[in-house]
């Protein structure tokens, strides 16, 4: 495959005409393309990419499936909900299965729930425990949280951080909030990374003030902020439609907080640190 052939993708009629390519790159850079620019139409196609047969690793691995799974997750069309829950046990590619739960947390769906219950009591080995734990978590799954109490002591930091991001969404015990605030601060920076994400995700405005100072890069450190603040004013979006009021003073302050960060990867201060790092944490890692 020529890189000149992959310029060729660059709309909504050449990608999908790609997905029907003999080429896995060009099939595997368009289903990629096609979620950079959530394009609505190309669900049914992506859905089709999700049992393609072709192109399998020698490990048993099917990236084209994979990067069709995160694509319907960006794309967020919930018809496809069903499709990516039969991934989970119409398939042994671990890889695909973490693909598949992260989109299912980005559709936000609940109907989902039972099925990933039922994933995680099953006996697959590998299976990505911490994705399990972060949409257990968003769909306030809390009928488990026996059957999570024992990842708190799990030897993956990574793990450890989205078990206490469930229980501290679960019981509010602050305990749970430390020991995220703790990894903040592991040797590993990939775990340091995921535990600003946990943060993201259960943290309010008060308690990521610690996200500040982290050593993480400025471009996470915005993601998180975002969230926490996005969550803090939708929060109450229906009292302030009804008895509009002004944002309140944390509020005002993150925002400026947020104006520095931008200003200074602006700048070139991308990252804060001395080593580039991917905006999300990577499928696998070693760290422990």
Known sequence: MRPSLLSLINSEQSALAALESNDPGIRYHAAWWLGKHRVQNSVPALIRCLHDRRDETSTGGFPLRRQAARSLGLIKDKICVEELVKTLTESDDIQLHEASIRSLINLGSKECIAPLVSYFNSEVQGKPIESLIEAFTLFKAWSIKDKISPYLLDDSARIKGAASAY????????????????????????????????????????????????????????????????????????????????????????????????????????????HQMSPHPPEVSNEK
Not at 171 to 177: G, I, Q, R, V, W
Not at 255 to 266: F, K, N, R, S
Request: net charge neutral.
């Open 167 to 274: 229980f501290y969404a679960c019981t509010n015990d602050k305990a749970h909030l430390a020991q995220i605030f703790s990894l903040l601060s592991h040797d590993n920076p990939f775990a340091r990374q995921s535990a600003a994400f946990d943060l993201a995700r259960v943290a309010t405005l008060e308690e990521g003030s610690s996200i500040q100072d982290a050593n993480i890069p400025n471009n996470i450190k915005l993601h998180v902020i975002k969230e926490i603040l996005s969550r803090s004013i939708t929060s109450n979006i229906e009292e302030r439609q009804t008895n509009p009021k002004p944002l309140s003073r944390q509020e005002i302050k993150w925002m400026a907080i947020m104006d520095q960060l931008v200003a200074e990867t602006t700048n070139g201060n991308l990252l804060n640190q001395k």
